[in-house]
T-cell receptor, first 114, second 111 residues
Framework: DGGITQSPKYLFRKEGQNVTLSCEQNLNHDAMYWYRQDPGQGLRLIYYSQIVNDFQKGDIAEGYSVSREKKESFPLTVTSAQKNPTAFYLCASRWQRTGVYGYTFGSGTRLTVV | ELKVEQNPLFLSMQEGKNYTIYCNYS?????LYWYRQDPGKSLESLFV?????AVKQEGRLMASLDTKARLSTLHITAAVHDLSATYFCAVDDDTGNQFYFGTGTSLTVIP
């Protein structure tokens, strides 16, 4: 079955550590996205990538980094520069049909700073 | 600045009652999307509305789009407990490169 796989489901980070969240898709979608969700809030865009080896900053990119070396993979690194990283992180890929777009979401990674 | 505003943010309703969630947006896009999120889970696509006057229905949920008013509604008919979740509306920019999500409406259906 096609879909988006995020791992791990839960991640604990110590102060000053960098951690990497994995996102893999087998949907053959070109565009991939990372969103952050804080409790009781909507989704905020961190980074997105339209094609391999290219990505753009979203609204809250500071303290995060990404790479897109393969079409299937879009990992997100939460660096020590991100001062408040505790949140729920969602990866998505975009599907496209004539005149319409949509997102397929992964199951999310819950990151907690300890 | 593009804005997507939902109201109410929180909704508690009894089973069997009807209610409407509103989504106002500022983009000129004609495409509007509704998603459902269960606690701690990912987002599930509910409806894709593509043009003015579009109406989609699935079970007890019906979504509509008025592009002139830049307003979409999600109507709940005869609510049941299983509908308890957070509902998000989203619009894309004119290129389809980015989605912009509303803040969500947290719905609790009380037996």
């Amino acid at each position: 079955d096609g879909g988006i796989t995020q791992s791990p489901k839960y991640l604990f980070r110590k102060e000053g550590q960098n951690v990497t969240l994995s996102c893999e898709q087998n949907l053959n979608h070109d565009a991939m996205y990372w969103y952050r969700q804080d409790p009781g809030q909507g989704l905020r865009l961190i980074y997105y990538s339209q094609i391999v080896n290219d990505f753009q900053k979203g609204d809250i990119a500071e303290g995060y980094s990404v790479s897109r070396e393969k079409k299937e993979s879009f990992p997100l690194t939460v660096t020590s520069a991100q001062k408040n990283p505790t949140a729920f992180y969602l990866c998505a890929s975009r599907w496209q049909r004539t005149g319409v777009y949509g997102y397929t979401f992964g199951s999310g990674t819950r990151l907690t700073v300890v | 600045e593009l804005k997507v505003e939902q109201n109410p943010l929180f909704l508690s309703m009894q089973e069997g009652k009807n209610y409407t969630i509103y989504c106002n947006y500022s983009t000129t896009s004609d495409r509007l999307y509704w998603y459902r999120q269960d606690p701690g889970k990912s987002l599930e696509s509910l409806f894709v509305l593509l043009s003015n006057g579009a109406v989609k229905q699935e079970g007890r949920l019906m979504a509509s789009l008025d592009t002139k008013a830049r307003l979409s509604t999600l109507h709940i008919t005869a609510a049941v407990h299983d509908l308890s979740a957070t509902y998000f509306c989203a619009v894309d920019d004119d290129t389809g490169n980015q989605f912009y999500f509303g803040t969500g409406t947290s719905l609790t259906v009380i037996p």
